[in-house]
């Protein structure tokens, strides 16, 4: 399968948000239907993605009945796809022929309801500059030690053209010589990999054909996957942004943001 897929001659790129969203979660049970802010957390991440001005709808992909019915209350869309799917860009690979006008596909992880449009907006727009990358995502700079050294937190290296060399969720790259003075290098030495990607149509109809890779199984990061098989991936960097929800602190400093 190649990377090289030529840009659409048509017209300006049809994109569409999804966001794969999974009831059952290793460290935060249930967490698509917490609702303590008197919105469920699938419904922040849905309305945070609606904002975005390049999509032209927005689609929550799940495994259970509960949050379709959820996304529903609040008149979102959402699709029921398989329990078995081993990622949420398998997931959404499963509602790609749903979208068949669709040229570019986005996914928000559903744990992101501070994901800005703007970011949104800027991942599509890294396809229509880089033609010879099937897939985009962003990262941001890592000012703090105990960030860089959070395994849940996911690191990023990437050339000067933005083509992601690796993921990890260990501190990369690895200075030999530490110093606290590296946090403020300019350009920023470490960065944070966030949880948005767009991918190109044609990437997702083949994504079974995409090797398995030890990789992928050793992190547990879907996009080493990808990464492993020779698979283009984009970076562009963009300003601070809010962590994902992956623990009960990370909803509870959301919860005391929202009531700010």
């Known amino acids: 399968m190649s990377d090289e897929i030529a840009p659409c001659a048509r017209g300006p790129t049809k994109a569409f948000v999804v966001i794969p969203a999974r009831l059952g979660s290793t460290r935060l049970t249930e967490k698509m239907l917490l609702a303590e802010t008197g919105k469920t957390l699938v419904q922040h991440t849905y309305e945070s993605a609606s904002r975005a001005t390049r999509p032209s709808g927005v689609l929550v992909a799940t495994d259970h009945e509960r949050i379709v019915a959820a996304v529903r209350s609040f008149g979102g869309r959402a699709a029921l796809t398989s329990v078995d799917a081993r990622s949420g860009t398998d997931r959404i690979a499963e509602v790609v022929a749903e979208l068949t006008d ?86 920023a030495l470490f960065h944070q990999h966030l949880g948005v990607y767009a991918y190109r149509r044609r990437f997702l109809l083949n994504l079974r054909d995409v090797p398995d890779s030890p990789l992928e199984r050793l992190e547990c990061l879907e996009q080493l996957r990808w990464l492993q098989a020779g698979h283009a991936i984009v970076v562009g960097v963009v300003g601070a942004h809010a962590k994902g929800i992956d623990t009960w602190d990370d909803y509870r400093a959301f919860v005391s943001r929202r009531a700010t």
């Open 102 to 187: 669709v040229d570019v596909f986005v996914n928000v992880q559903g744990d992101e309801p501070d994901m800005e449009a703007s970011a949104i907006d800027r991942v599509i727009g890294l396809l229509d500059t880089h033609p010879e990358a099937n897939i985009a995502t962003l990262a941001t700079p890592i000012r703090d030690r105990r960030l860089l050294d959070d395994p849940s937190c996911v690191k990023v290296v990437f050339a000067h053209d933005g083509r992601a060399h690796y993921f990890s969720r260990s501190p990369i790259p690895h200075a030999r010589n530490w110093s606290d003075g590296l946090l403020a290098a300019e350009p």
